[in-house]
């Protein structure tokens, strides 16, 4: 079991489901599963490798917590890189600072971003989720 804050793109690459435990992300722990698939009527929670695609063309590696429900607030894609998470969906609107921290760390700007192509590479009773994230579906963003 480790923080979800210290996961990394290895740990994604090699378990493809995680057990998610916490109710936020500054305290929640996951733990590794052997799961292929996820079902709908799962009672745990559990989030899911899931490739990204900025507009510029970069790739990236992150998790998803595939359910019926297809919203942001659902779904709470999260890229993952070394040095940290770069979320999609907040509690509470982030700051312009918060963005751009998060923006700088994909090493581009604000339009080479948005929109940002996501697909959740673990089945959800037999299908796989894709989204479109558009900097307008930020939460309150700044």
Known sequence: MKRLTDLTPADLEHVAVWLHDGASDDVARVRATERKEIRGSDS???IARTQFVLANGAQF????SPSSGETLDV???VIVIPDGLVY???EEPPSHETLERQWNRLGAGHEQIFPVHF???VPLDGNYITGIIDSEDLTGAA
């Open 44 to 46: 745990d929670t559990f």
């Open 61 to 64: 590696i992150g998790f998803c």
């Open 75 to 77: 779904l709470q894609p």
């Open 88 to 90: 999609f969906y907040f």
């Open 119 to 121: 697909r959740c590479l």
